[in-house]
């Protein structure tokens, strides 16, 4: 599997990595905006990323437009709705309205922070992804 990671936090970045590390290769970006951009370079080269995760709080670009980006390269491209990336929104942000905002935009599933693994696992799997 081929994962995106966005996030700006140094801790959660680690986290992230070596958690998700071990279901695949995982590319790092600190900002929504480098997200797009590794996102494209990866349509580009013919090896598109299976999931993203993305922290909505970022800088630059926040994880919103950020997805916004990513559902538009796609859309531009004709890529199936079957073959699009499964997206996990991962932030602290837990309250409704971003919730539903998430959603909205694009997202295939939103985890809280602190990060549960096994319900990050379990998403995966349902994703499957696993």
């Not at 598109?48 to 994880?63: A, F, K």
């Not at 859309?75 to 699009?84: A, F, L, Q, S, Y």
């Not at 096994?118 to 994703?127: M, P, S």
Request: hydrophobic share 45%.
């Amino acid at each position: 599997m081929k994962i995106l990671l966005a996030e700006d936090d140094f801790v959660t970045r680690k986290f992230m990595t070596s958690f998700l590390a071990k279901y695949g290769e995982c590319d790092v970006t600190v900002d929504g905006m480098e997200a797009v951009d590794a996102f494209l370079m990866a349509l580009e080269d013919g090896e598109p990323y299976d999931l993203v995760c993305l922290d909505i709080m970022m800088p630059v670009m926040d994880g919103y437009q950020a997805l916004v980006g990513i559902r538009n390269l796609e859309k531009e491209r004709d890529i199936p709705r079957d073959k699009v990336a499964k997206v996990i929104m991962t932030t602290a942000l837990n309250d409704e309205k971003n919730v539903k905002m998430a959603f909205d935009l694009g997202c295939t599933i939103y985890s809280g922070k602190p990060i549960d693994q096994e319900r990050f696992e379990q998403a995966l799997k349902k994703l499957h992804l696993l």
